[in-house]
């Protein structure tokens, strides 16, 4: 489960930032996951949420954004949705000539402090 490692190392970051900034507590976190990085959303939040248990960030909201895995094929020549990520097959062909602009990446974009 490397997700409790994920929650782990961003809250690692979260209080750091938090301390810099002279914050008392952490109200909120937002992550942006790539549609690559075999994030399970619901483990990350659950994992989370027990790793910030007497922090900083106790009791913050978790907002995710999980990115949605898209590709430009070549074959169909068309921009299209890949259901399956990481599977690089084209749903609409079958091809294999795929152009994706997915990540693979986690970034905290985002912190509310108090």
Same mark, same amino acid.
Do not use: Y
């Given at each position: 489960?490397?997700?409790?490692? +994920? %929650? ?5 970051? &979260?209080?750091?930032? %938090? ?10 976190? @937002? +992550? =942006?996951?790539? %549609?690559?990085?075999? &994030?399970?959303?619901? =483990? +990350?939040?659950?994992c989370f949420?027990? &790793?910030? !248990?007497?922090?900083l960030a106790?009791?913050? =909201? $978790?907002? +995710? ?6 590709? @430009?094929? !070549?074959?169909?020549? !068309?921009?299209?949705? $890949? ?32």
């Amino acid at each position: 489960m490397h997700e409790l490692t +994920l %929650a782990q190392n961003t809250l690692e970051i &979260v209080e750091q930032q %938090a301390r810099l900034n002279g914050a008392s507590r952490v109200t909120g976190v @937002w +992550l =942006s996951i790539g %549609a690559f990085s075999c &994030v399970e959303a619901e =483990s +990350l939040q659950f994992c989370f949420d027990m &790793v910030c !248990r007497n922090t900083l960030a106790q009791g913050c =909201s $978790l907002h +995710l954004d999980v990115q949605v895995a898209q590709a @430009w094929c !070549r074959a169909c020549e !068309r921009q299209v949705t $890949l259901p399956d990520a990481p599977v690089l097959i084209c749903p609409l062909c079958g091809g294999h000539a795929l152009q994706t602009d997915a990540h693979d990446n986690i970034q905290i974009k985002r912190l509310e402090v108090a």
